[in-house]
């Protein structure tokens, strides 16, 4: 298994530019999960889906478009990205949405111009 | 709002010495706590969970605890080595998973 797979490992976008993160995961995993980690700040959820078609908000939703069409995938969309925008993102997948461990990405460095 | 703190940004000790990391969290308990590692440039760990109804769980050389009075949790690594060194995160769950700000430990030889 290649467990959870996100592309791209970098990326540099100019303000108001849009851009899809891609999260993919191979386990049969219910639960996903999309989390920015900033300096200080830690890990902050911008969104997760209990399951295909299903999706809700975290700590830090704005900005920030989620679908779940498949279990395997969970694609980020920044819809016009801003300097506030510059971070790390990690996609978390686990079995389901209650007591199991996740299971993270190798995540994506984002620098917005 | 539910929060998760983790009071120490760093923490240093030396080679066999036992390192205690602390989480606190507010309002009500949740339903349990997990711990992860981080290490630089790579996506968290999972380490152990323990329930609101377990007092603590243990794996090899880390030991967690979980205090419900206090609300807080302590995180143990006994015998500690320089390949322990990491950021460790604690993360709490009601009906979302929330981590706190992360302790980094370095272990000195």
């Known amino acids: 298994n290649a467990g959870v797979t996100q592309t791209p490992k970098f990326q540099v976008l100019k303000t108001g530019q849009s851009m899809t993160l891609q999260c993919a995961q191979d386990m049969n995993h219910e639960y996903m999960s999309w989390y920015r980690q900033d300096p200080g700040m830690g890990l902050r959820l911008i969104h997760y889906?209990?399951?295909?078609?299903?999706?809700d908000q975290g700590e830090v939703p704005n900005g920030y478009n989620v679908s779940r069409s498949t279990t395997e995938d969970f694609p980020l969309r920044l819809l016009s990205a801003a300097p506030s925008q510059t971070s790390v993102y990690f996609c978390?997948?686990?079995?389901?949405?209650?007591?199991?461990?996740?299971?993270f990405g190798p995540g994506t460095r984002l620098t917005v111009l | 709002s539910q929060k998760i703190e983790q009071n120490s940004e760093a923490l240093n000790i030396q080679e066999g010495k036992t390192a205690t990391l602390t989480c606190n969290y507010t309002n009500y308990s949740p339903a349990y706590l997990q711990w992860y590692r981080q290490d630089p440039g790579r996506g968290p760990v999972f380490l152990l969970l323990?329930?609101?109804?377990?007092k603590e769980k243990r794996k090899e050389r880390l030991k967690v605890t979980f205090d419900t009075t206090l609300k807080q949790s302590l995180f143990h690594i006994t015998a500690s080595q320089p390949a322990d060194s990491a950021t460790y995160l604690c993360?709490?769950?009601?009906?979302?998973?929330?981590f706190g700000t992360g302790t980094r430990l370095q272990v000195f030889p």
């Open positions: 978390a997948s686990s079995l389901d949405y209650s007591y199991n461990e996740q299971f």
């Open positions: 323990i329930r609101e109804n377990e």
């Open positions: 889906s209990v399951g295909a078609g299903i999706t």
């Open positions: 993360a709490r769950y009601t009906d979302k998973l929330i």
